[in-house]
């Protein structure tokens, strides 16, 4: 039996192109680290974000994936070792291709995982259009840009799985 060190967790941040998750990773951990590049002079990740905290004496990695299809192999490298995953919803888009087949990939592989809510202080912002994917997993609604149940929802997902 292999000795898995439940001290330390890597959880991934999945989703799609703008979603929310560089900006989650900055609420949780404000001295996060993050590759971006410019599309049409808005930031967007390339290669990845990393930020740390702790929770219940648990040491907690994030790393954040890029959103674009043509990052697969960004993704399929930071996920190697996770120990948990979660992916980030844009409430104010219908459910994208990305996050649908996300989705479904982590529930193939056993991976504990949640959806998380993203946007949900926007007036456009409709939580059902995530349904297909929520049904029989943890799916808070947050406001990642303004800080809104993001660390509680962390803290519960951790709890719910570790």
Not at 43 to 72: A, C, M, S, W
Not at 91 to 98: P, V
Not at 134 to 149: E, K, L, R
Request: glycine share 6%.
């Amino acid at each position: 039996m292999l000795y898995m060190d439940r001290s330390r967790l890597k959880i991934v941040i999945f989703g799609a192109y703008n979603a929310g998750k560089s900006t989650f990773i900055q609420a949780i951990d404000p001295k996060c680290r993050h590759v971006e590049a410019n599309k049409y002079d808005i930031p967007t990740t390339v290669g990845l974000d990393f930020g740390r905290t702790e929770v219940n004496n648990k040491k907690i990695y994030l790393f954040g994936t890029p959103g674009q299809e043509r990052f697969e192999f960004c993704r399929e490298i930071l996920s190697r070792g996770m120990d948990g995953a979660i992916v980030m919803a844009d409430t104010t888009r219908d459910l994208d291709e990305l996050t649908a087949r996300i989705c479904e990939t982590l529930k193939v592989s056993g991976c504990p995982y949640a959806v998380f809510l993203n946007k949900c202080d926007h007036p456009d912002s409709s939580p059902l259009r995530y349904r297909a994917v929520t049904d029989s997993v943890f799916s808070p609604q947050i406001s990642a840009v303004n800080g809104t149940n993001t660390v509680e929802s962390l803290h519960e997902f951790l709890e719910l799985h570790f």
